[in-house]
């Protein structure tokens, strides 16, 4: 009975011991963000809908990546403001691409029909699409040109703050203006 308990603290302690090992690596090796001027980090995920998409598709048009999640207060405050640029700069050949980070499918859906947003929507549920931008949060926005780029301010927070809603401004005409 003793060696089976002794046993079992052992098994325990080894794997706290791993988890904080993987806990320090994780902190100290993050992804750092794209920098402007360099290439978007390329990504293939499933929309929302079903199907796949690339981000090397879109070459040689300008993107706007937003990443969010449904949990998300300022991703809720930005949500009707991504809709009203996405329907603005539609016409003028802008991709806006939704991408719903570490988040439930259902939860996504029920986030999308309550704010109606009609964007694409990619899913990021491993967090492994958030990682090659270096993503520390959400919300975060990017901006790519028609060459692939990073252009314009990268975005940490709601676009509807006053100091973000003129970056995001400054940004789509960078990505339009390549």
């Not at 320090?24 to 794209?34: A, I, M, Q, Y």
């Not at 539609?90 to 704010?115: C, E, M, Q, S």
Request: hydrophobic share 40%; with cysteine; glycine share 12%.
């Amino acid at each position: 009975m003793r060696v089976a308990k002794l046993t079992g603290q052992a098994v325990a302690l080894a794997a706290v011991a791993g988890l904080l090992g993987l806990l320090v690596w994780r902190l100290t090796h993050r992804p750092k963000p794209p920098t402007i001027g360099g290439p978007a980090p390329n990504f293939v995920a499933k929309s929302l809908d079903g199907g796949s998409f690339s981000l090397a598709s879109v070459r040689g048009k300008p993107v706007v990546i937003n990443f969010w999640a449904s949990w998300c207060g300022p991703c809720k405050t930005e949500a009707a403001e991504l809709e009203k640029q996405w329907q603005r700069f539609r016409g003028k050949g802008v991709v806006f691409l939704g991408i719903d980070y570490n988040d439930p499918t259902g939860d996504a859906r029920r986030f999308l029909a309550h704010h109606g947003v009609t964007y694409r929507t990619l899913l990021d549920g491993s967090g492994s699409i958030g990682d090659r931008y270096g993503l520390t949060g959400v919300p975060e926005t990017y901006f790519v040109d028609r060459n692939g780029r990073i252009v314009g301010e990268h975005i940490l927070g709601p676009i509807t703050t006053p100091r973000w809603s003129d970056a995001f401004a400054r940004g789509v005409q960078a990505a339009l203006d390549s």
